[in-house]
């Protein structure tokens, strides 16, 4: 069984940076396409990132140009370095595999972002 853990979140003021990690038991990374999803209060979990085996990578609109995602198989950790967070990046952050597994969900970390 995969587990998944994240970290990295914290509180950061709006322009900031954050890079977060999500660390595998096993060697997901390199057979699985894999994502970095938020759910902010109130609204739904959504992908903001992909990143496939071959490494081809998408980004939803609105974090284009600002978040980074990649990987480091050698060592089964995956990130996802963002750069000028707004507020309404503010959510909790999760890895999986995309397309998600429910039973591979994790805690998540806190990223917010706040003057």
């Known amino acids: 069984q995969v587990q998944l853990v994240e970290s990295g979140g914290g509180l950061v003021q709006p322009g900031g940076s954050l890079r977060l990690s999500c660390a595998a038991s096993g060697n997901i990374f390199s057979v699985r396409a894999m994502g970095w999803y938020r759910q902010a209060p109130g609204k739904q979990r959504e992908l903001v990132a992909s990143?496939?085996?071959?490494?081809?990578?998408n980004y939803v609109d609105s974090v284009k140009g600002r978040f980074t995602i990649f990987r480091d198989n050698a060592k089964s950790t995956m990130y996802l370095q963002m750069n000028s967070l707004k507020p309404e990046d503010t959510a909790v952050y999760y890895c999986n595999r995309q397309p998600p597994r429910s039973d591979y969900w994790g805690q998540g970390t806190q990223v917010t972002v706040s003057s």
């Open positions: 990143i496939t085996i071959d490494s081809t990578t």
